[in-house]
Nanobody, 126 residues
Framework: QVQLVESGGGLVQAGGSLRLSCACS????????IGWFRQAPGKEREFAAR????????FYSASVKGRFTISRNNAKNTVYLAMNSLKPEDTAVYYC???????????????????WGQGTQVTVSS
């Protein structure tokens, strides 16, 4: 069992930055791949980024690549999502999720993740 708690959301102006944190507890954190998803009002949950343990197993959606950076600190059982050059269309509830399968091709599929946090709101004003 894994418990995930997101934090770091808030209100920011377009062009600004935020860093989200996902604190994990309850199991062997380092064995899980961790993903970040987001869901805007009236839209489906959307993949943003995923990381297992190194850059070779890190993935980004086209909409965030080059602006967002996912990282993890296994000693602190925490995954981060650094978000730069934020745009109003980045406004959403951001969720982190844990996947017991470290390697998969459909890493962007929310249904394949086993555990979810409660989400943190990110609002980008224009």
């Amino acid at each position: 069992q894994v418990q995930l708690v997101e934090s770091g959301g808030g209100l920011v102006q377009a062009g600004g930055s935020l860093r989200l944190s996902c604190a994990c507890s309850g199991s062997t954190f380092s064995s899980y791949a961790i993903g970040w998803f987001r869901q805007a009002p009236g839209k489906e949950r959307e993949f943003a980024a995923r990381m297992y343990y190194d850059d070779a197993h890190t993935f980004y959606s086209a909409s965030v690549k080059g602006r967002f950076t996912i990282s993890r600190n296994n000693a602190k059982n925490t995954v981060y999502l650094a978000m730069n050059s934020l745009k109003p269309e980045d406004t959403a509830v951001y969720y982190c999720a844990a996947d017991r399968s470290a390697y998969r091709d459909d890493y962007y599929n929310a249904a394949t993740y086993d555990y979810w946090g409660q989400g943190t709101q990110v609002t980008v004003s224009s």
